[in-house]
């Protein structure tokens, strides 16, 4: 009997920068997923910041899957580390935001003019009537849906650095290649 170590098929084929910009790819559509679904089946429209938020998991998406193309490719390793890079580089400055946002909820600090504080500037008292029939103001700085003391913005968080955390040791994986 030889002595040699069971290798599973899955862990020959995919490398680490395929597995992380796939594991990346999947948070990201899963959360994004879940942001429709706050939004178009339980109703909670999204402020501005929370619009903002999004654009890292629309970019994170496609970049997820060309870099595990591109991996499955076997292209060049610098090819695949700065995809992974930038993969970390969103997902950190979504965690950022989401952090900012997360302060603005909690009263920390003010934050952007369009969607905290008071309503203002609604025009005449005729415009104002149609203005409410058709615009629904949603406030950066209230939350609409907390569980175990977190909104929608502090998970945000959580998720965007486990991203980035993800995305980095694939780049640590990478570079360490033979």
Partial sequence: MSNMTAVSPISRRTS???????????????????????????GLQPCPLCLEQRYA????VPLAAVIALAAGLHAPRPVLIGGLVLLALAALANAVLGGYHAGVEWKFWAGPSDCTGPVGNLG??????????????????????KFLGLSLAGYNVLISLLMAAIAIWGVAKTARQN
Avoid: H, N
């Avoid at 790819?25 to 089946?41: C, D, E, K, P, R």
């Avoid at 998991?57 to 994170?60: C, G, K, S, T």
């Fill in 124 to 145: 005449s008292a005729g415009s104002l009537l149609e203005r409410l029939d058709t615009v629904k103001v949603v406030m950066c700085d209230e939350v609409q849906w």
């Fill in 57 to 60: 998991y629309y970019l994170a």
């Fill in 16 to 42: 680490p920068a395929m597995a992380a910009a796939l594991a990346v790819g999947a948070i990201a559509a899963v959360t994004l997923t879940g942001a429709w679904y706050f939004q178009l089946v339980l």
